[in-house]
């Protein structure tokens, strides 16, 4: 799926080339996947973007307010809390009630923070605000789980990072237009009703998305049936819900209860079987991993005036010319997958270890330029590490629970953004150069464990290119 095409796993029919008496329907069915997928770039897209315009004002808004340096951090920290809680989830709630209700609620009631965000005008308005979105921003996530449960396996990390390249552009220019609009008068809240307006442009594109063409209805209720057995209870429960009378073909409250209730089962069902699977050494990775590059960016800007004098405004630039790389991983990533075979868990490991490597580098650079090498290589490292992750974590847990496998994956990756602040500060204490220093033992430990585990890995890689 090199053009972000192809088809559909859910259609059985291949494309067939010209001369056959479908070649209208058939042509027609292999550019649908093109349109969907476009419009889910686009919301990626307008997501980071909308997103960033607001975020890096947030805490200049929150101490305009009055707060002490402390409440701005327990209130900026709420987000990431939440998120916590509720990616694993709302992951697995999409799962359960599809992918375009689950992302209409969770843009619709994400744009609602953010307006209230743009009337705050009191520190208890602003940690409102942030409850909608700390649970319910999980766009990306869902549109993640959206596009495995289209594409074929092998496609899968290609379009995961054509996706992630979309929402990396937004998160560029976001930045750009907030910082503009900041310096009018009320540029804070002008800026959050336009990231208010953004979402609702996005909850329009998500209604009008040609989802007919998918057959993501049918495709799910068949692996439902075939491959996820409901338990005891949830038989039960839906026994109950058949059961259930209604009043002039309308759905009661009794009925509502039971579907409530069949949902609540398959989550926590979900939940379950992921949580005691085997894939304790694939989130430990992901763990490790997380943590080590957020080592990496906590103090990156202090540490290289305190090493090197660098300007604040100079620095400014080496970080967009990392994103600006970062951004361009994901074109890359077609050819580094052919090249390996589309063996994603060797990929991961020697990303993982290439970073392990370049933060030993950066840690004890002597030089700017050092530096700048470093930042070049790790933009590629660590955005094809997070998306052989993340298809790791599909292939290996299967596309059934995709949304809850995401969910998790984004809990964990909450985890170490709560826990990275904590250690910088702490080995900041001793020298500028110890949240890299310890990132790189991190990846050090991450990169050991996947060697430990490779023979496994290897296998499956192997047994499921056979079976393609």
């Not at 800026?191 to 998918?214: K, Q």
Request: aromatic share 10%; proline share 4%; hydrophobic share 45%.
């Amino acid at each position: 799926m090199e053009d972000g095409g192809g088809c559909f796993q859910s259609r059985a029919p291949a494309c067939r080339g010209p001369g056959t008496k479908e070649e209208g329907t058939s042509a027609q069915s292999c550019h649908r996947p093109s349109r969907f997928l476009l419009y889910l770039y686009l919301v990626g897209f307008l997501d980071f973007f909308g997103v960033s315009m607001v975020v890096p004002l947030l805490s200049v808004h929150i101490r305009s307010l009055g707060a002490s340096p402390t409440i701005a951090g327990v209130v900026g920290s709420l987000y990431g809390v939440l998120q916590l809680f509720s990616s694993t989830v709302v992951g697995c709630w999409s799962d359960v009630v599809g992918r375009q209700y689950s992302l209409l609620v969770c843009i619709l009631l994400s744009a609602l923070g953010y307006l209230l965000l743009g009337i705050s005008s009191s520190l208890f308005l602003v940690a409102v605000a942030r409850i909608p979105v700390g649970i319910f921003k999980h766009t990306l996530s869902i549109s993640r789980a959206l596009l495995s449960d289209l594409v074929l396996e092998r496609e899968r990390p290609l379009v995961m990072g054509k996706f992630n390249t979309a929402s990396n552009v937004g998160f560029i220019l976001g930045p750009v237009v907030g910082g503009y609009l900041t310096e009018l008068e009320g540029g804070f809240y002008i800026t959050s009703f336009i990231c208010f307006s953004v979402f609702i442009l996005n909850a329009g594109l998500v209604w009008i998305f040609p989802w007919n063409d998918t057959n993501l209805n049918r495709m799910k209720t068949g692996q439902q049936t075939s491959n996820r057995p409901p338990s005891e209870l949830l038989k039960k429960a839906k026994y109950k819900l058949q059961e259930t009378p209604t009043t002039n073909g309308a759905i009661t409250l009794q009925a509502m209860t039971w579907q409530l209730w069949i949902q609540i089962v398959s989550m926590l069902r979900d939940i379950r079987n992921v949580i005691f699977s085997e894939m304790w050494d694939i989130f430990l990775v992901r763990f490790l991993m997380s943590l080590a590059v957020m080592l990496y960016h906590s103090n990156f800007v202090l540490a290289i005036e305190e090493r090197f004098g660098m300007k604040p405004r100079l620095t400014g630039y080496i970080i967009s010319y990392s994103s600006a790389l970062g951004v361009l991983a994901g074109f890359v990533l077609g050819p580094v997958m052919r090249l390996y075979k589309h063996n994603t868990y060797t990929i991961l490991l020697h990303s993982s270890a290439l970073t392990c490597v370049l933060l030993l580098l950066y840690s004890i650079a002597f030089s700017i330029w050092v530096v700048i090498f470093c930042s070049t290589f790790l933009s590629f490292s660590t955005a094809i590490g997070r998306i052989c992750t993340t298809d790791l974590q599909l292939t290996v847990g299967g596309t059934q629970a995709s949304g809850t496998l995401i969910g998790l994956g984004q809990s964990v990756t909450a985890v170490g953004r709560i826990v990275a602040p904590l250690l910088s500060g702490i080995v900041q204490e001793f020298s500028p150069c110890g949240p890299p220093s310890l990132g790189t033992a991190l990846a050090l430990v991450a990169v050991i464990i996947m060697v430990l585990n490779k023979p496994r890995y290897s296998n499956n890689q192997s047994a499921k290119l056979k079976s393609q």
